[in-house]
């Protein structure tokens, strides 16, 4: 059975909000960009209010958005470096398995990305591709190269 | 590396209860600004619009991505200068040479692209006006028959290119405004290796914007050789209206109408050669040298093109 998208900005924030911030806290590793990136999306988000489908093609195109914000504060970041990224606090996180989180942290921002999609949005190969704007056979690769890369840093389980 | 170890970590994340607060007022401050509330559409209406917006425009936008805009012939210059007196403004083109660029010529710069696909100097090029300032670049695949980058533009575009040693490899990751069948073309002439792209471009929030595929084949011996590329750009529409070539600037110059019903305009002169078929949306273009118009006519009836919207 396919939900229905959100009626109004709170309702899509109490939906949605959590989950767009993990993956710019992620994706970003600072609360304060990732605050700027889901602010930036829930505002192109009223747009495109009432818009939606459902609520997975809502909750799709958020987590598109977020991405591709995310990645502007990257490429701003690239031309514009202004802090150590390893140096900003982690406020508002505190992780039960720190050795997990350091070990994700540390990892290149387009493998955590798709870790991030795949493991905790539950999204397969196919999906993440048409989310990210990437071919199946990249996303394939990254979320490969991405687990090997956490294997290595935390070992072999 | 256990998807639920990571997905169990990354759950503890929450977004703070004043981070929320403050999403929630920022969004609520453009809302008040966008619109004065007592002017606010209930969101029924806004439906509404769109749909009916949505029902008048999709038929149109499949007319104009169909509808042909390929030059029209005239015989002379006086009749090209005649019908654009009458239209005010009129563009004609006209051949410049007899001789075709070499085949080496015509490799070298795609080469140069192929050998330094890991470098910044070879990043640019488009077919969306609009995005033209590309900044950086990431590469997916170096190695293999296949290579694969990204390469981001100033306003957040993205344009993903794949270079190949087979053109027919390109196939399938166009989005299917325009697509081809390049079996026929790789039993019946040969490819160059590594002279074969295809890019798509996309904006910053993933909507197509545009794609372009281009590839290079010669005659089994050698002795005729052409690009054949196609275009599509979803940001301009295309009036060939008062475009014209006069026929007495060429050899031959005529329409022909392929198997599948796309019409080509086929111009030869010296040993030149060109063939385009431009819609509103969409071009497909040969130029090479030293093909005869019965090769011509059979290579386009065999492409399997499908130009759409």
Redesign the interface.
Known sequence: MKHLPA?T??EA?DRY??R???LA??MLKS?MDA?DA??ET???Y?DR???FQDAEHEKAWLL??TT?QC??VL?AR??HPQVALDQVPEE??????RA??ES?MALPE?YREV??L???EGYRVEEIAKLI???PS?VK?RLSRG?KL??ES?GK? | ????????????????ED??A???A???E??EK?VPASKRKH?WK??LV?AVLVVCAVPVLAGQGNSLQNPTILADHQAVEDAGSQLGSFSYGSPNRRTPHSLEEMTESRRMKWEGWESEDTMRGTVVMDMTDW??M?V?EADGPVK?R?V?ERG?G?K?EYAAEDPADLQG?ESGAVTWDLTWMNQHYCYVPGANFFYRI?D???NLLGEHASTLYTTQDETAWFSLDWTYDSTYAYDGTNNFVAESDYDQVYEYTTAVGNTFLLQFYGDCVWAECQTTYAWVSLYGGYLEPEQLEELLDNLGLTIGG
Not at chain 1, 92 to 97: A, I, L, M, S, V
Not at chain 2, 1 to 16: A, L, S
């Open positions: 009626n900005i709170e924030l909000g959590d767009l911030y993990r806290l992620v609360p605050e889901v602010q829930f505002l192109r009223l209010l009432g818009s598109t958005v591709n990645r502007d490429r690239q031309r508002g996180h505190q992780p039960q398995d997990i989180w994700l387009k870790l991030v795949h493991a905790v704007g990437k071919t990249a690769m687990r956490l294997e935390l389980e | 590396m256990n998807n639920q170890r990571i997905k169990r970590e990354i759950e503890t994340i929450e977004m703070p981070m929320k403050r999403i929630l920022g969004c609520r453009a809302e966008t969101p806004v439906i769109a900044v950086a990431e997916l694969a990204e981001y957040g993205v993903t990751l996309q910053r929030w993933g």
